[in-house]
C-alpha cells in the first residue's frame, strides 16, 4: 500500500502546472502534516504533505481539511521563509520516493533566496524538509539524529539524497538489461526478483507482472521459458506506453465488502472476483479518495486522545464493575436456603444445645423427608444460630434487589459511554470533538473545572436528500439526537436507527398532515427514500463496515424518551424493519445533492 515511485512520477506531472505559483497559505493539520495553498493562474490550489508512516504521500487535494487554531512550530517557521514564495521547479531524482521544490523567496533583508522543500516518502523514514541554497537543513517537519541513521536530519547538517541500490529505470532499461538484472535473483519467486531488478515499483505491481506472465501459477526466475520472458517483456512495454502517453488507469483495489486494500498507476486483475476495482481520472483524485476517511480519523484521535482514553477506562471500569456485581448476584440464588436452614433450627429447638459444631435435621421442605446437615456456631445458643441464618437470607434478599438495579444501571451506563465513543470515532471538526466533551461534562464524567471559556456552539445536524427529494436529517452526538427526535421533528416524520446497535438517529422530513394524520403504512415515504435513509443510519453507525445491517424505522409520534434516561435513549412501538448495505458512494451521493 505504500506510494511508490512510478506513481509518485505521475503525481509529479500532475504538480507541473504549479510552477509559477506563489505560496498564499501554509497550515499544518496534524503533527506529520503540511498543507500548501498556492495561488496559480487556474486559481487556488492544495497542495497535501503526509510524513505518517503509512499514508505518506504528497498530492493534490480538495478536502475540506480543518486546521488548528494555534500553528505549530514548524508551520510557523516555514510561513516566515516561504509565505509570498514563487515555485520554480519540481525535481524527482530518478524513480526514487523524494520530490524537490524549488522555490524564489525574500530574506529578512530582503534579498531572493532559493530554497528546497524536499519531500521523503518512504515509509517510516518519511519527512519533510527545508534547505537553503547550500543544501543545509533550516529545518524539517522530523528531527533525526545521528543515534537513530547514520544520515542525520537536523539543522545545519547538509542534506544527501537517499543512496541507490542500483536497480532499473522501469522506462529506460533495455530488454536485455532487464534480463541480465533479474537472472541475479534465479531462485526468487517471479514477482519478488521483478521488485530486486526494477526501481520504483510497489509489490502489488510486481504480482500484476507476474500473473501477467503466468496466468496466476507461481514461476521461480530461474525457470521461466522462452514464453515468459516473451509476455513480461510485453507487459512492461505495454506499461511504459501508457506511461510516457499518460494513459495511466489509476486503480483503487477494495475488498467485495467495501474495505480499501491497495492502489496503482495501473489496471489490477491479479485477484479476479475476489477483489472490485475503482479507476480515477488521477493520481490526487485517487490518493484523496483512498486516505481521506483513515486521515480524518486520524486527525480525530490526534485531537481526542483524551477522550478516547476516558471513555476507553470508564467503559472497561463499567464492564467489570457489573460481570463483578453479576458473580455476586448469583450468590443470592442460595439466600432461600438459609432461610429453609433457619427454619429447621427453629422448629428443633428441643434437641439442639450450645456448643454444637453440626446437627442433622429432617429437612421438611423435601416431601421425601430426607436427612440435612446443617453447620452451626458452637459459641451461639440454637435461638442465635436460627438468627443468623435468618439475618444472612435477609442480608442476601435485600443484595439480590440492588444488585439487580445496579446492574441494569451499570449496563445503560456501558451502552451510553458505547454511543458515546461510537460518535467520537465520527466525529471529523473540533466543533464535533467540542460537543462531545461538553455532552460528558454535562453528565459528569468530566469535571467542568477543565472546561474553559463558553460552551461550544452546537452544530447543525448533517442534511441530505433522497433520490425523490424528501430531505434527510443526522444528528452527530447523543445531545443532538435528543434535540432532533423530541423537539424538531413533527409526528408524521419518520425516524430510523440502526437495530440493536449504537448509531445515529436518522429523520425523513414529511408532510405535516395535522388532526388527519393516521400514521398508517400509506403514509410513509415511498420505498426508495426509506432505503437510502436506511443506509444513511446503517452507516453512521457500527455497523459501517458490514455486509448489511437491519434498520428499524417508524413515525416519530412513536418514538418516547423515559424520564431520566441517558441522552440519545429512546423508545419506540411501530416499527418496521428493512435491511440494506451501507454504501458509502450512495451515501457520499446524498450528502453531495
Known amino acids: 500500500m505504500a506510494l511508490d515511485g512510478v506513481f509518485l512520477s505521475e503525481i509529479k506531472k500532475e504538480l507541473m502546472p504549479l510552477i509559477g505559483g506563489r505560496v498564499d497559505k501554509i497550515h499544518q493539520p496534524s503533527k506529520g502534516e503540511l498543507l500548501f495553498a ?339 456456631d458452637k459459641r451461639l445458643t440454637p435461638v442465635q444460630n436460627a438468627q443468623k441464618y435468618f439475618k444472612e437470607y435477609r442480608k442476601l434478599d435485600t443484595a439480590e434487589k440492588v444488585l439487580e438495579k445496579l446492574i441494569s444501571q451499570g449496563e445503560e451506563e456501558a451502552k451510553y459511554l458505547d454511543t458515546v465513543l461510537d460518535a467520537l470515532t465520527r466525529a471529523r471538526t473540533e466543533g464535533d470533538i467540542a460537543a462531545l466533551r461538553q455532552e460528558l461534562t454535562e453528565q459528569g464524567y468530566i469535571s467542568r473545572s477543565r472546561q474553559k471559556g463558553k460552551p461550544p456552539k452546537a452544530l447543525p445536524p448533517m442534511k441530505f436528500k433522497s433520490s425523490e427529494g424528501y430531505e434527510i436529517r443526522v444528528g452527530r452526538n447523543n445531545a443532538q439526537n435528543d434535540r432532533l427526535t423530541c423537539k424538531d421533528s413533527k409526528k408524521t416524520d419518520v425516524w430510523l436507527h440502526a437495530k440493536d446497535i449504537t448509531g445515529c438517529h436518522v429523520i425523513i422530513s414529511c408532510p405535516d398532515r395535522g388532526e388527519a394524520a393516521k400514521f398508517t403504512p400509506d403514509e410513509l415515504p415511498p420505498d426508495r427514500t426509506i432505503e437510502e435513509a436506511a443506509m444513511i443510519a446503517a452507516y453512521y453507525s457500527k455497523a459501517k463496515n458490514s455486509s448489511r445491517c437491519d434498520v428499524d424505522y417508524t413515525f416519530v409520534k412513536f418514538v418516547k424518551k423515559p424520564a431520566g434516561s441517558k441522552p440519545g435513549m429512546v423508545i419506540f412501538t411501530h416499527n418496521y424493519t428493512i435491511t440494506v448495505k451501507p454504501d458509502e458512494e450512495i451515501v457520499q451521493g446524498l450528502e453531495n445533492q
Not at 538489461?177 to 517471479?190: R, T, V
Not at 502489488?204 to 503466468?214: D, L, M, P, Q, Y
Not at 489496471?267 to 475503482?278: A, F, H, P, R, S
Request: aromatic residues 8%; glycine residues 4%.
Open 38 to 376: 498556492l495561488r496559480t493562474y487556474d486559481g487556488l490550489k492544495k497542495l497535501l504533505i503526509n510524513t505518517v508512516a503509512g499514508t505518506a504521500r504528497l498530492h493534490l487535494t480538495n478536502a475540506d481539511i480543518e486546521n488548528p487554531k494555534q500553528p505549530p512550530m514548524f508551520c510557523m517557521l516555514m510561513r516566515k521563509h516561504l509565505s509570498g514564495a514563487k515555485l520554480v521547479d519540481i525535481r524527482q531524482p530518478d524513480f526514487e520516493r523524494v520530490i524537490m521544490m524549488d522555490f524564489d523567496a525574500t530574506n529578512e533583508l530582503g534579498d531572493m533566496v532559493r530554497l528546497t522543500v524536499t519531500v521523503e516518502l518512504m515509509g517510516r523514514r518519511a519527512n519533510l524538509l527545508l534547505t537553503d541554497e547550500d543544501g543545509k537543513v533550516i529545518d524539517s517537519i522530523k528531527r533525526v539524529s545521528t543515534e537513530v541513521s547514520e544520515t542525520p536530519v537536523l539543522p545545519g547538517v547538509v542534506y544527501t539524497l537517499p543512496e541507490s541500490d542500483g536497480r532499473l529505470s522501469l522506462t529506460e532499461c533495455s530488454r536485455e538489461e532487464f534480463e541480465e538484472k533479474l537472472a541475479e535473483s534465479a531462485k526468487q519467486e517471479l514477482s519478488k526478483g521483478i521488485m530486486k531488478t526494477l526501481q520504483g515499483i510497489s509489490p502489488v505491481f510486481a504480482r500484476e507482472c507476474a500473473f501477467f506472465t503466468s496466468h496466476s501459477a507461481e514461476v521461480i526466475v530461474g525457470e521461466m521459458t522462452p514464453d515468459h520472458k516473451d509476455r513480461l517483456w510485453f507487459y512492461i512495454k505495454k506499461i511504459r506506453e501508457q506511461i510516457e502517453k499518460c494513459e495511466n488507469k489509476f486503480t483503487v483495489i477494495k475488498t467485495t465488502s467495501g474495505e480499501l486494500k491497495d492502489f496503482c498507476f495501473c489496471n489490477i486483475d491479479q485477484y479476479g472476483g475476489l477483489m472490485v476495482t475503482k479507476q480515477f481520472e488521477s493520481a490526487s483524485a485517487l490518493l484523496d479518495y483512498f486516505y481521506s476517511e483513515r486521515d480524518s480519523l486520524s486527525r480525530t484521535r490526534q485531537k481526542a486522545q483524551d477522550l478516547f482514553r476516558l471513555l476507553a477506562n470508564t467503559i472497561d471500569r463499567t464492564e467489570s464493575r457489573v460481570k463483578n456485581q453479576q458473580l455476586e448476584l448469583k450468590d443470592c440464588a442460595k439466600r432461600e436456603q438459609l432461610k429453609q436452614y433457619g427454619d429447621l433450627i427453629t422448629a428443633n429447638l428441643y434437641t439442639l444445645e450450645k456448643g454444637m459444631t453440626e446437627a442433622k435435621l429432617i429437612n421438611f421442605y423435601d416431601p421425601e423427608q430426607s436427612e440435612v446437615t446443617v453447620k452451626l
